[in-house]
């Protein structure tokens, strides 16, 4: 007699699914960023992408595990994704592959593989670049590339020497900069003036970028891929953080806006720290994490010394993650205290 | 009428796949070739067979008597012969055996005396054991016995009666079907809850994907001039749960500690409703009901069933095609295949589907958990499955009851939205099942325990009690010959018997002690041993519990201080006379 237990009936639903519409929700962004920064970037994700497909199978065979169930997952290409989008988009593609294959290797198969991870590997992707090549991954392009396809593709693998010009900063840490330089002889609002590196906004180009990932994350809430705790808490507390610096001496601090449509502000809130696997489960933890995260990244990213703080953020939050579930467990049917 | 509804959190909406089977009217299905009638069909007490092999029966008459007030009577389905009372397979996942009373049907269908009577000239009680004699129970498929939750709470006032008719499992379309025909007996079976229970207001939840089935209601319930609400509720899976229907209607929220009277609400089931006002006003036991056939066949339908039919012998009615290659009974969240295509139709059978592979195709394969917490979302009782999963796994049970395994429900939600495919329902049964079993392995320890405890210290006692009497008769013998002793020495120096006699006496009870029970000494020092152990055992455990006394005010202690000190000093002083009786 077969044995299979209820429910027979199953919704239409698997990992593999979940992490393809994570990887639609990223479209929108990677377009604006292939379209108003450059094509470089599509490079960038297909060396990623080859990389963590190639480590995962790797790990796999060496864990003895089935290749094509794993593979076929998808999560190690949603890595390998948010890998690409958050390094520079001319960073030379051995430091990409190095840090997926860590990423991969490291932040996911050591700790178990699959829904084992208690760091995001892609952070950890980031922490390990940013603190081994702290050069290398603060040079963004301020203004667009302007450059040929067949040249950055030549940055890239090293074919081309990297021009001075390119060794800007994002407008984040161009602002950052700039500040600390003019010793207050320049207001925020002067040097946001600058149209050719702020943009609109919040920095040219990559605002809309930003935007991009703002649509993508609305639409993956929309789909319930996540819920809107996360992303509510992460924007709520950056904005009431960098809005109470910003009423306090607006010459100092750079508006809200600014700080959530720069840099890495809206991906890390949609599609980081959204992470289910490293991130808070009850409604309650996500919104502390989200909260903190948003917090903790503004912190780093205007008192520290790095361009950007949400991976550090991010990674900071996991290590609190499981502390914050087990305290914030919501009561259970029947059991509401009424008082 | 409009009313204030609730939601309840979480739940899912499985495609319903409900109207295959209500395109034709009810079917009362034919007599099978035999009848095999488990006696265990509800919740309580295993009922005694009245009746053995070569018995003639009637449709009706009792088989199995109620053993104790929560278990329900069995009855003989059809007139016919008892050929068999034995073990037979039992349509449940586990497979087991369980006591039938197998009958060969007469083809007479002969029904015994039936004594209708009217229900307004029983007291209460009456009322009660009627219903327990006649066998009526949950019929939504808890069996639990229907009497036994129509006594009211003597403490919290009834506010509510709910009927549930909500039906929120896909593919089963019986109680719709029932509302649909026998509205008006629905609705007096209603009447004597009501009349039992008295709330305050009864709510007749029905899912609001039968709309055929609230009208016949509304009209039934206006036909009896009953104040009843018909309430057409959102189609939810699990809204027909209990716990959920109550939520929605109600606005209160059961925990798996309480029962629903301790909130003042009660709830049946329509069907069992239904077979009440028969059992009452028809003097008719629960001998069938209605099954709905369906899944892969070729003409879904609702059958009325006798109650031990084969469930091959039901299918077949419905046509089922070639591949169908198992029978689930139940639906398809809760339900479950059953472990032979012929284990009988009981009570608890609402619905029966015909499984095939292309109708519920193999799950995907296993894949680890990625929090991402739909289960979490979909749980209607808002627990956290996946947490709960990670430990049942890790077989680390008690943290499961941390997250309130107990009161999970079964009802499939978490296991219908995984997107790992993991099996939470069965991982959370496993859990159950081994606390349940390990607290009865405690239980059977804690006993044996208590056992060998009163067997040890009863053996010491009785040994104790044998030295003390040897060493009595010994201490006799001895003063016997002292006494012989100072009787000859009276004889020689007659003055002073009186201190001789005393004088020697304790001087030869040493000697015999030590001398006459020697083959005891062995056994005395094991028993010192024994003593000294249970003393040392006695002392830790008074040791561990608090004590009045050892919070003495200092002064108080002092005080015992200088009162021990001064015995032992005059015990030095008295050690001098060498009377070393006093300072025992």
């Known amino acids: 007699m077969m044995f299979a237990p209820a429910p027979f009936l199953l919704k239409d639903t698997s990992v593999s699914r979940v992490m393809t519409q994570v990887c639609l929700a990223l479209v929108p962004g990677i377009a604006a960023y292939a379209w108003l920064v450059g094509p470089a970037i599509l490079v960038q994700i297909v060396i990623a992408t080859l990389t963590a497909l190639f480590a995962e199978a790797l790990v796999l065979k060496l864990r003895d595990k089935p290749l094509a169930m794993f593979l076929g997952d998808g999560s190690a ?78 940055v890239i693998f090293g074919l081309v020497p990297r021009v001075d010009a390119l060794s800007g900063a994002t407008p984040l840490d161009a602002l950052k900069t700039a500040l600390k330089l003019g010793e207050g002889s320049f207001g925020v609002a002067q040097l946001l003036a600058n149209q050719d590196i702020y943009g609109n906004f919040a920095g040219r180009g990559w605002e809309w970028v930003s935007v991009g990932y703002l649509l993508g994350g609305l639409w993956m809430w929309q789909r319930k891929l996540i819920t809107w705790h996360v992303p509510a808490a992460f924007v ?82 996991n290590l609190s993650a499981p502390v914050i579930d087990l305290l914030t467990q919501p009561a259970i049917f029947g059991m509401k205290d009424k008082s | 009428m409009l009313m204030n509804l609730f939601k309840f959190k979480g739940g899912v909406k499985p495609p319903t796949n409900k109207t295959q089977s209500v395109g034709l009217p009810i079917a009362k299905a034919p007599l099978p070739s035999r009848l095999v009638v488990p006696l265990h069909q509800s919740i309580g007490g295993t009922p005694r067979p009245v009746v053995q092999a070569g018995d003639k029966v009637l449709k009706g008459q009792l088989i199995g008597e109620a053993d104790g007030w929560i278990s329900a009577a069995v009855h003989a389905p059809t007139s016919g012969t008892v050929v068999d009372v034995a073990m037979h397979v039992q349509p449940h996942p586990s497979g087991l055996d369980a006591m039938c009373v197998v009958i060969e049907p007469d083809g007479r269908d002969e029904w015994i005396a039936r004594e209708p009577v009217d229900y307004a000239t029983l007291t209460q009680e009456e009322v009660r054991e009627r219903l327990q004699q006649a066998g009526v129970v949950g019929l939504g498929g808890a069996v639990f016995p229907t009497h036994g939750k129509l006594t009211a709470s003597k403490t919290v006032p009834m506010d509510e009666l709910i009927i549930n008719g909500a039906e929120c499992e896909p593919f089963i379309t019986c109680d719709d079907l029932l509302m649909r025909e026998r509205a008006d007996e629905v609705v007096q079976g209603i009447a004597i809850f009501r009349d039992l229970l008295r709330p305050k207001k009864v709510l007749i939840g029905i899912e609001d994907n039968k709309p055929e089935a609230a009208e016949a209601m509304r009209t039934a319930v206006k036909a009896a001039g009953e104040d009843f609400a018909v309430v057409q509720v959102p189609t939810l899976y699990p809204a027909g749960g209990a716990k959920q229907l109550i939520r929605v209607l109600t606005g209160k929220e059961v925990p798996a500690a309480k029962r629903s009277t301790d909130l003042g609400v009660q709830c049946f089931n329509v069907a069992t409703a239904y077979t009440a006002w028969r059992a009452i006003a028809h003097g008719e036991p629960v001998v069938s009901r209605l099954v709905t056939v369906t899944g892969n066949v070729g003409e879904p339908r609702n059958y009325e069933v006798l109650i031990g039919t084969p469930m091959n012998e039901v299918l077949a009615l419905a046509q089922p095609k070639a591949d169908t290659d198992g029978i689930v009974m139940g639906g398809p969240m809760m339900g479950f295949l059953v472990p032979d295509m012929t284990v009988p139709v009981v009570k608890a059978t609402n619905c029966l589907i015909a499984h095939s592979e292309q109708l519920f195709p193999p799950k995907a394969p296993e894949m680890p958990c990625i929090r991402c917490g739909s289960c979490a979302q979909a749980c209607p009782h808002e627990l956290q499955p996946f947490e709960m999963y990670w430990f049942a796994r890790a077989k680390n049970f008690g943290k499961t009851q941390e997250y309130h395994i107990f009161d999970c429900i079964e009802c499939g939600c978490c296991s219908f939205v995984c997107p790992s495919r993991i099996p939470l329902v069965q991982y959370f049964r496993f859990a159950k099942s081994e606390i349940w079993a390990r607290e009865r392995d405690k239980n059977a320890a804690d006993g044996a325990k208590t056992r060998f405890e009163f067997k040890q210290e009863r053996e010491a006692r009785e040994k104790a009690e044998k030295a003390e009497k040897l060493a009595k008769a010994a201490a006799a013998q001895a003063a016997k010959k002292a006494a012989e002793a100072a009787a000859v020495a009276a004889a020689e120096t007659a003055s002073p018997t009186a201190e001789a006699a005393v004088a020697p006496a304790p001087a030869a009870e040493t000697p015999a002690v030590a001398t006459a029970p020697a083959i005891d000494a062995d056994k005395a020092t094991k028993m010192a041993t024994i003593q000294a152990a249970m003393e040392r055992a006695k002392a830790q455990r008074e040791a561990a519990q608090p004590k009045n006394t050892e919070v003495q005010a200092p002064a108080i202690q002092l005080e015992i201080a200088e009162i021990d000190a001064r015995r032992q000093a005059a015990g030095v002083e008295t050690a001098a006379p060498a009377n070393d009786q006093k300072t025992e």
Not at chain 1, 273 to 295: E, N
Request: charged share 5%; with cysteine.
């Open chain 1, 77 to 154: 290409i949603v890595t390998a994704w948010l890998i690409a989008l958050t390094f520079p988009p001319l960073a030379p593609w051995w430091l990409v592959v190095t840090a997926t294959a860590f990423a991969i290797i490291f932040a996911k198969h050591i700790y178990g593989g699959l829904g084992q991870n208690p760091f995001n590997p892609a952070m950890v992707a980031f922490a390990v670049g940013i603190v081994s090549f702290p050069a290398l991954m603060s040079q963004w392009p301020q203004v667009g590339l302007q450059m040929p396809l067949s040249e950055q593709i030549g």
């Open chain 1, 236 to 317: 709520g507390a950056m904005t009431v953080l960098a809005g109470s610096l910003w009423l306090y001496d607006p010459a100092q601090f750079a508006s809200p806006l600014f700080h959530i449509f720069s840099g890495g502000s809206l991906l890390g809130a949609f599609f980081i720290a959204t992470d289910p696997v490293s991130g808070c489960t009850t409604p309650r933890g996500k919104l502390i994490f989200g909260a903190g995260a948003g917090l903790l990244a503004y912190i780093i990213r205007v008192f520290g010394g790095y361009p950007d703080g949400i991976a550090f953020a991010v990674l900071l939050m």
